[in-house]
């Protein structure tokens, strides 16, 4: 048997009683401690931060929807303090950071959608800014320098807005730019313009190819040597490896042209 003295009064208790009343009585005071300490930190709701991270995006030309928990609360961490990073180069995958706090990481899910045509703007606009949105363009730039010879995929590009002077042949969409390939270096930021892009081409100069001549439901194909290149619908000459003439044709498919006429 123990006994207790609480102010005047005396207790008595068996030692397992006494020792249960300890370890509860410790308890609540270790949660006390804990729910004081996370009081004092600066915390973040989920709703809070995914609306942070899709009005990051949105700026940058990205549509997002981060897989986060609207109700979890997060502690550590003043939303001024946080970094929003993309990992392994796709904003697929998005990472938090804190500036204060080295041990405040998270990593999150993130459908993306790259906006295309024109950015959100806000139903009230001043008339300053109607002014300003008709003198610039929103279009495609590199995300990061490029050599000659790259063959452009989506995570190269971003949206971004631009002087419209200088946006002219530049791209608003984003399908006509994928695949195609560099014909010369350039650097971050740059507006990509069809100037800086090889042409798809179907046929290529000196290759061998079909030539198709059709009359009335009669066709036939040869083989020919293209004399230069060329896309789909370009009029090239090619020539006829057995008569050895030339004739020009328009570009069909991938190395065929259809006669257009004959040139002796």
């Not at 989920?46 to 990205?62: F, K, P």
């Not at 109700?71 to 950071?97: H, M, N, P, Q």
């Amino acid at each position: 048997m123990k006994l207790l003295m609480v102010g005047t009064k005396t207790y008595t208790f068996t030692e397992v009683e006494l020792s249960l009343k300890l370890a509860i009585s410790i308890s609540c005071l270790l949660f006390c401690a804990t729910c004081k300490s996370m009081a004092s930190q600066p915390y973040i709701s989920g709703s809070h931060l995914s609306t942070i991270i899709v009005a990051h995006l949105n700026d940058i030309g990205v549509r997002s929807t981060p897989a986060i928990n609207q109700d979890r609360v997060f502690y550590g961490c003043a939303k001024e303090d946080i970094i929003i990073e993309k990992r392994a180069l796709s904003w697929k995958t998005i990472k938090l950071t804190c500036k204060k706090n080295d041990k405040w990481t998270f990593t999150f899910r993130n459908k993306v959608e790259i906006a295309q045509n024109k950015l959100q703007f806000s139903v009230k606009k001043s008339l300053s800014d109607r002014d300003s949105s008709t003198k610039t363009r929103t279009v495609f730039v590199l995300a990061e320098a490029k050599s000659k010879g790259y063959k452009i995929k989506e995570s190269d590009l971003i949206l971004s807005t631009e002087n419209r002077l200088l946006t002219k042949n530049a791209f608003e969409e984003i399908k006509p730019i994928l695949g195609k390939v560099l014909k010369r270096s350039l650097k971050k930021g740059t507006i990509l313009k069809n100037s800086h892009l090889q042409p798809a081409w179907l046929v290529y100069k000196n290759q061998r190819i079909t030539i198709e001549n059709s009359i009335g439901e009669i066709r036939v194909t040869m083989e020919g040597i293209a004399l230069k290149n060329g896309a789909m619908g370009d009029r090239i000459l090619a020539q006829n490896v057995s008569s050895k003439k030339n004739v020009e044709g328009f570009v069909i498919g991938d190395k065929k042209i259809t006669v257009f006429r004959k040139i002796y």
